[in-house]
């Protein structure tokens, strides 16, 4: 399998690896996918945040329900901290390098230095998914002493306090993220910005790219509202129109969106999902990746190398090809479309589904490829003419 | 026991993460954003030096294991492999292991 068919997912990119080094990661990443191991872990230590997004795939933040059920999956309570450990070890066991610890917020939970000294006894590579909002100088000097951690990825949803903090409801945490991102860096961290757009925030996507490059940080930016794990939908009355996604397109986002692809196999259309990446919910279900709500087992019930060898799901969604997603398949669009597993598992309830919007998006980015090959339009008739006089 | 006269003693930086693929091995250095590749045999020498080793007796080890080479040419391989660790700083000298 070669790296142009093997594309890894954005979330399950190392933070922190310069040059030659991401030409080896891409080739180790390849070997774990081929040979099925789960070199990429996210465990959600805890689904507990100090901030409450409106957009937050957890559950709805403003109005909780009594556990947050994975579908297939457990609403019992969360992971102690001994189950968390016992499952980074199953995890290091069954050849996980890459560990992400994400929540929630991380730094809610009183453990989180637990396990990153377990991680490190472990020799895992670490990166951690926080919103910046709780790394006091302390705090930020105790993380930088990891030598294993890899990265910072923070989430922006603004490029003024204005705006960030409406999306978290958290007066004050656009300055306390960007305080929190500045204390990393300054102790030699590397950190990536992650930019989630939505009708709140859309207006100032090139701001937030423009503060980025300016303070050279790199970014991700995702489009893809999604509905809640705990089955609501609140989330998705934040979610772009597609109107605006094709103003984003033709303006900001140009150089990201709006690019073709190549027509995809069986192998490039398989993502990382069970074969090279495996997430750990704060309820012990194991799924194919964080963003995708479908449980594979519980590792308080099984150990998680079964649940990695033997589960039907994951087994299942190995052994996928393009005519296995029924709508895709067809789909003069697949070149453009940055298709997500969470976004179809959330929007249609089956890993091979569609959501609407990603499609919508596709078509977008694919049209505005087209507009941009077609030949320039002749000039006027009477315009040639007077040229040929 | 190593005989400390005879060659250097390593131990490979406990805390970087690292993870066999199949013969060979990756070694990831966040301080440096580095990663690195190991062939078998460098992978071999990665594992051995969990503990601190010398380079002779890494040689010696190596050598019951790999044919076609003199004890000798394995020293001289692995001290230039240790070394180079070294330089990048994967593996820290007696004393600081």
Known sequence: ?389 | MADETKSPSWRRDPSLPFQRMDEDAIVVDPRSRQVHLLNETGARIWELLETTTSVDEIAELLADEYEGATPEELRREVEAFVGDLGGKGLVLPRGRA
């Open chain 1, 1 to 389: 399998m070669s790296e142009r068919e093997a594309p890894i997912c954005d979330d399950s990119s190392v933070i922190g690896v310069d040059g030659d080094g991401q030409v080896l990661v891409a080739k180790v990443q390849t070997w774990a996918r081929k040979n099925v191991v789960p070199l990429n872990a996210a465990i959600e230590i805890t689904q507990r945040c100090n901030i409450r997004c409106l957009h937050c795939y957890n559950f709805d933040r403003d109005e909780p329900r009594d556990g947050c059920a994975t579908q297939g999956g457990s609403a019992k309570p969360e992971l102690s901290t001994e189950e968390i450990l016992r499952v980074m070890g199953e995890l290091r066991a069954a050849g996980c390098l890459f560990l992400m610890l994400t929540g929630g917020e991380i730094l809610s939970h009183a453990d989180l230095f637990v396990f990153l000294d377990r991680a490190r006894e472990l020799n895992f590579s670490v990166q951690l998914l926080t919103n910046a909002t709780m790394l006091q100088p302390g705090v930020a000097a105790r993380i930088a002493s990891y030598e294993n951690l890899q990265g910072v990825s923070v989430s922006l949803y603004g490029a003024t306090p204005a705006v960030h903090d409406g999306v978290t409801q958290m007066p004050g945490s656009f300055r306390r993220t960007w305080d929190g991102i500045r204390r990393l860096r300054h102790l030699g961290l590397s950190v990536r910005l992650k930019f989630i757009l939505m009708k709140q925030n859309a207006h100032e996507a090139e701001a937030m790219r423009a503060q980025a490059d300016a303070d050279g940080l790199p970014y991700l930016v995702d489009l893809t509202i999604t509905s809640r794990h705990d089955g609501t939908n609140g989330s998705l009355s934040t979610r772009l129109a597609a109107s605006t996604v094709e103003d984003l397109y033709r303006g900001p986002l140009r150089d990201l969106g709006v690019k073709e692809g190549f027509e995809p196999t069986d192998a490039s259309w398989a993502c990382n999902c069970a074969r090279g990446n495996v997430a750990i919910t704060a309820r012990g279900d194991v799924q194919p990746c964080i963003s995708v709500p479908l449980a594979a087992g519980n590792v308080r019930e099984q150990s998680f190398a079964e649940i990695w060898a033997s589960s039907p799901l994951f087994q299942r969604i190995r052994g996928l090809k393009i005519a296995d997603y029924e709508t895709c398949a067809p789909c003069d669009h697949k070149r453009y479309c940055h298709r997500s597993r969470g976004a179809a598992v959330t929007a249609s309830g089956s890993y091979t589904g569609v959501d609407p919007f990603v499609c919508a998006t596709a078509e977008i980015a694919h049209r505005l490829c087209d507009e941009a090959k077609a030949p320039a339009e002749p000039p006027p008739a009477r315009a040639r003419l007077a040229v040929i006089s």
